[in-house]
């Protein structure tokens, strides 16, 4: 498997909120809680969001979190904010003791 | 304040080599595990390698096992990436990442702003 599989776009109005899905196997997501989710600005390094699943780095707003389901992991945003929009990626261990990156998801705020 | 600053990029032939590096200021470096990611201009990030703490292990993506080397000198500060029989395919912003951890590399909480490489003719 070359990438996790996400949506290519989402969007959302301020104060709404918005589920961003990442596909995977047994092999990665569903094997492993090692699920992380990155945010990356137009021109600027990424940013951890979320890491092991749910748990959200100091400093890193509550309006975001993470879950798990089976195969599938999700990144929730609520309250959307215009400086949410923004390329988001998970990430998972595989049992090839390699990490795994998703295609990567375009955030537009309405 | 973590700051991590890769350099080495460059324009190389394609088979030809580089080194990267990445120089680590204001925490613990020898304490945790780093990573090298990469990225296509435009398109998604790329797992490439890591390294533990101490430097006894290191993890690298299929892509470039046998051609890409991750070392680091806890001495300096540093962390290196080596790219050897570089192809087209590898031009990429290339960046360095801190892990949580001391021997982990699912989670990356300090990046550096990144370090372009183009494999052209």
């Known amino acids: 498997q070359s990438a996790l599989t996400q949506p290519a776009s989402v969007s959302g109005s301020p104060g709404q909120s918005i589920t961003i899905s990442c596909a995977g196997s047994s092999a990665d997501i569903g094997g492993y809680n090692y699920v992380s989710w990155y945010q990356q600005h137009p021109g600027e390094a990424p940013k951890l969001m979320i890491y092991?699943?749910?748990n959200r780095p100091s400093g890193v707003s509550n309006r975001f979190s993470g879950s798990k389901s089976g195969n599938t992991a999700s990144l929730t945003i609520s309250g959307l904010q215009a400086e949410d929009e923004a390329d988001y990626y998970c990430?998972?261990?595989?049992?090839?003791?390699?990490?795994?990156f998703g295609g990567g998801t375009k955030l537009t705020v309405l | 304040e973590v700051q991590l600053l890769e350099s080495g990029g460059g324009l190389v032939q394609p088979g030809g080599s580089l080194r990267l590096s990445c120089a680590a200021s204001g925490f613990t470096f020898r304490n945790y595990a780093m990573t090298w990611v990469r990225q296509v201009p435009g398109k998604r990030l790329e797992w490439v390698s890591a390294?533990?703490?101490?430097?006894?292990?290191?993890y690298s993506a299929d892509s470039v096992k046998g051609r890409f080397t991750i070392s680091r000198d806890n001495s300096r500060n540093t962390l290196y990436l080596q790219l050897n029989s570089l192809r087209a395919e590898d031009t990429a912003v290339f960046y360095c990442?801190?892990?949580?951890?001391?021997?982990?590399?699912?989670?990356?909480?300090?990046w550096g702003q990144g370090t372009l490489v183009t494999v052209s003719s």
């Open positions: 990430s998972s261990y595989t049992g090839s003791s390699t990490l795994l």
């Open positions: 092991d699943v749910t």
């Open positions: 990442a801190k892990a949580r951890c001391s021997d982990c590399y699912t989670k990356f909480d300090s």
């Open positions: 390294i533990s703490s101490t430097g006894d292990n290191t």
